[in-house]
C-alpha cells in the first residue's frame, strides 16, 4: 500500500483554506492574486485556480465583502474585506482549532 501524503495534506488544506484566507483578511483588505500568492507561500494552496470559486462562495455566504479598485497598472482589483459574521467565523474555527490541534497531535505522539 502506497502512503500518499501529497493527499491527505490537499485534504487538510481544502479543510482550512477558507479560514486561512479569512485569517489573512481580518488583517487587512486583499486582492485576489495577493491572496493566491500569500497562501502559495505558506504551502496552502497550489494555485490561484482553486482560490477564486473559494472567494466567491465566501462573498454569497456573507463572510467578505469586495470592493473594486483601480490599480496602477490600469486594471482595476477586487479587493476582499472581512464582514461582522466573517470574523465570528474565524473566532469560533479558531476555538475549534485550539481544542483539536492539542488532541491529533497528543494522538499521533500516543502512535510514535
Request: net charge negative.
Amino acid at each position: 500500500m502506497v502512503i500518499d501524503a501529497e493527499r491527505i495534506a490537499t485534504n487538510i488544506r481544502k479543510g482550512v483554506l477558507e479560514y486561512c484566507v479569512l485569517a489573512l483578511v481580518s488583517r487587512g483588505d486583499r486582492y485576489g492574486l495577493q491572496l493566491a500568492d500569500e497562501l502559495v507561500a505558506r504551502g496552502l494552496t497550489a494555485s490561484e485556480g482553486s482560490l477564486y470559486p473559494l472567494l466567491a462562495r465566501m462573498r454569497e455566504a456573507g463572510s467578505v465583502d469586495t470592493r473594486w479598485e483601480s490599480a496602477d497598472s490600469g486594471r482595476p482589483r477586487r479587493y476582499y474585506a472581512i464582514t461582522d459574521h466573517g470574523r465570528a467565523q474565524l473566532r469560533t474555527f479558531a476555538d475549534v482549532w485550539s481544542a483539536l490541534a492539542p488532541q491529533v497531535g497528543a494522538l499521533l505522539e500516543e502512535e510514535s
